[in-house]
């Protein structure tokens, strides 16, 4: 069959995820489905989508898909979207506005499912303005360094590139400002929680002084050495079996 269309539907449900104000075009073609020009409602916000998916077999099949939306509620999104709340657990502890551009492409398992090992994805994520409340990574560095402010800080236009393959987040470095303190982080995270990213907190007024930390552990139990970051320490990374 090879079908071209346009859609429009209300309201979709994929699990637990409520799609809402569905339009674009809609093409079928030598056993691939793709949406292309795509907007669709999730979560308050309206995200453009370029979509595609192709079953391998019964048990499989392969997605890719690139999105961006614009000032979405990231509270909302953590509650609704079981997808996003899995691969950035720390939104559980912010609430605020964020804006994402991002990439991504994997397997899907035989009920559907993203098989997080095969998803490999690049981006970016704009913290435009962002309360973080009760994070443990924060906390553990402001016990870590004495400096309370460092705790529950307010963000605002934050850029965090990074990208994603065999399980593993790797966030290029990124700089923040904290009442006065110039925070920067890179290194790597888990899917499943784990923690291998360097820090360092500048000091003021300028930030050319600063604090270097590395921050093992996990997401619940962050740990937190004053000193910089050494090579050979990254995370192991998790390779889709099913891929090789």
């Known amino acids: 069959m090879d079908l071209s269309l346009e859609a429009a539907v209300q309201k979709i449900i994929y699990g637990q995820t409520n799609f809402e104000n569905f339009s674009g075009q ?13 907007q669709i409602g999730l979560a308050g916000a309206t995200i453009r989508v370029e979509a595609e998916y192709a079953p391998v077999n019964l048990r499989k099949a392969t997605f890719s898909f690139s999105l ?3 000032s979405f509620d990231v509270k ?10 899995e691969m950035a657990t720390s939104a559980e502890k912010t609430e605020g506005l964020v804006s994402v551009d991002y990439e ?10 993203p098989v997080y090992p095969s998803i490999k994805g690049k981006g970016a994520l704009k913290l435009e303005r962002v309360k973080v409340n009760g994070l443990k990574l924060f906390g553990a560095v402001s016990q870590a360094t004495g400096r309370d402010s460092i705790n529950n800080p307010d963000l605002k236009a934050v ?20 009442f006065g303190f110039r925070p920067r982080i890179e290194g790597q995270t888990s899917l499943d929680g ?29 740990e937190v050495t004053i000193r910089k970051g050494k090579e050979g320490e990254e995370l192991e990374e998790e390779v889709d079996v099913e891929e090789q």
């Open 159 to 178: 850029v965090m590139k990074s990208t994603i393959a065999n399980n593993i987040i790797t966030i290029e470095r990124t700089k923040m400002k904290v």
């Open 26 to 38: 809609l093409m079928l073609q030598n056993g691939k489905l793709a949406l292309q020009q795509t």
């Open 76 to 85: 909302r999104a953590y509650n609704e979207v079981p997808m996003f709340r």
């Open 68 to 70: 961006k939306a614009d």
């Open 104 to 113: 991504l492409q994997g397997r899907l398992n035989d009920k559907m499912e």
């Open 194 to 222: 784990r923690l291998n990213l360097r820090f360092r907190l500048g000091l003021p007024p300028l930030g050319i002084l600063g604090i270097p930390m590395t921050i093992t552990g996990t997401s619940e139990n962050p």
